[in-house]
């Protein structure tokens, strides 16, 4: 049994990396810019099933599975990803501009 234990860790591991300088060192899909944060937007604010998630972004049913088991492994560390990445937009939106 810890054999297969560690072949399910690896396929999550195979499917999620993390790069510096590539969207902004943030766990992402390998081989794409899609972060683990986004999927977690699809999947929880938006309502998207993970068949549509692969549809819509030319994802693997397997790479969008990989994307939310590592989305609620790490719960509170994404989360925290995207209440920054709201905030600074929101900062933006509402800094006057110079003219």
């Keep these: 049994m810890a054999a297969r234990n560690i072949k399910l860790l690896d396929s ?32 929880e604010s938006m309502g998207m099933t993970p068949d549509e998630m692969a549809d819509q972004f030319g994802l693997t049913l397997g790479e ?3 994307a939310l088991a590592y989305y609620f492994d790490h719960r509170q560390e994404i989360q925290r990803d995207i209440e920054r990445d ?9 800094r006057p ?3």
């Design 97 to 99: 501009t110079i003219t």
């Design 86 to 94: 709201h905030k600074l937009a929101e900062s933006l939106r509402i």
């Design 12 to 43: 999550v591991q195979a499917h999620i990396v993390a790069t510096p300088g590539v969207a902004h060192g943030r766990p992402r899909i390998a081989g794409h810019r899609i972060r683990v944060q986004d999927v977690a937007v699809w999947y």
């Design 64 to 66: 969008v599975h990989a």
